[in-house]
C-alpha cells in the first residue's frame, strides 16, 4: 500500500513540475498552439537536461544554428527522403530554439548576446534554406536555369520581408508582454536609449561589444521607424507617468485589444512558415515558398501594422483626454 505521505510527496512533485514547465513559457497569450502541444513540450525537456549538465542557452542556440545550417543543405537535393532529413533537423534547431529561451527564463540566464543570438540563429537558418532552393531551382527548373537571376532576385525580396515580417512580430509581441507582465517580463527595449549606451563605449578595448550592440540599435531603431503611432504612445506614457507604475486599468485595457493580433505574430513568426516550406518540398516546387512569404505573409504583415498603430493612436486619445 502507498502511504499518504507518498501521495503527498507525488502530488508537490507533479504540481512543482507543472509549475516550471508553466514558468518556462512567455506567456499564455502569446503562446502559439502548435508550440504549446510540440515545441514547448520538447524544448522544456531540452532544457531541463541542459540545465542539469550546465549547458548555457547561448550554447544551445549556436547548436541550433548548426542544425538549421544542415537543415538548408538538405534542401538543395531534389531527393525526397534528404528533404526529410532537412525537415527534421530544422524541428530539431527549431525544438532547441525554444529550448533556449526556456532555459534562460528557468535559470535567469538573461543577457542581450542571448537575445541578439536568439534572433540572428533563424536569419542563418533561412540564409541557408534561400540559397539552397536557388541553387536547386537554378538546375532542375527549366525556367530559372533559362533566367538564373530571377530566383537570386526574388530570394533577396524575400529574405528582406521576412526580416521586416519577424522584426515585427516579435516586437509587437514584446509590446504586448510589457503591458502584460511589466518590464521584467518583456525584452522591449528604447531606440534612444541604446544609441545613448552605444555612444559611451569606445571601439577600442570593447570592439565585439560595441558591434553587437550596434547591431541590435539598428534593428531596434528599425522596427521603431515602422511603428510611429506606438512610439508616441510611450512617449505619452512616459510623460504621464514617469516612474513607469502605469495604472493596471490601463494595462488590462491594451492587452484585451492587442491580444487579438498575437494570432498574426504567431503566424508571421516559425510553424507557419515551415508547414508552407515543407509542403512546397514535398510538391517539389520549393519556390512557393518565396510566393508564400511575399504574398500572404506580407498581407498578413501589412494588416497587423495597420491595426496596431490604430490601436496606439486610440489609447494615445484616451490618455489625452485623462481617461486613465
Partial sequence: MISDNKISSNENSSSTSSSSYRDSLKSMDTEEHIDLAFYRPIGYAWACLAKKLGITPNVITIASIFLGLGAGVMFYFSDLWLNIVGMLLLIWANSFDSADGQLARMTRQYSRIGRILDGLSGDFWFA?????????????????????????????????????????????????????????GSELDSGSQLKKQLSELSWKGNFWKKLTLSTYTNYTLQQEATAPAMQTLRRELSDRFPDGQIPTSFREAFRRKSLPLMKYTNILSFNWRTIALFTSLFLQMPWLYFAFELTVLNILLIYMIVRHERICRFFTRELKEGKF
Avoid: P
Fill in 128 to 184: 541557408a534554406i534561400y540559397v539552397a532552393i536557388c541553387l536547386r531551382e537554378n538546375v532542375t527548373s527549366e525556367f530559372f536555369m533559362a533566367h538564373h537571376w530571377v530566383i537570386w532576385v526574388t530570394a533577396v525580396i524575400t529574405g528582406l520581408c521576412h526580416a521586416k515580417q519577424a522584426a515585427m512580430a516579435d516586437y509587437y509581441r514584446q509590446f504586448h508582454l510589457y503591458f502584460l507582465k511589466g518590464e521584467e
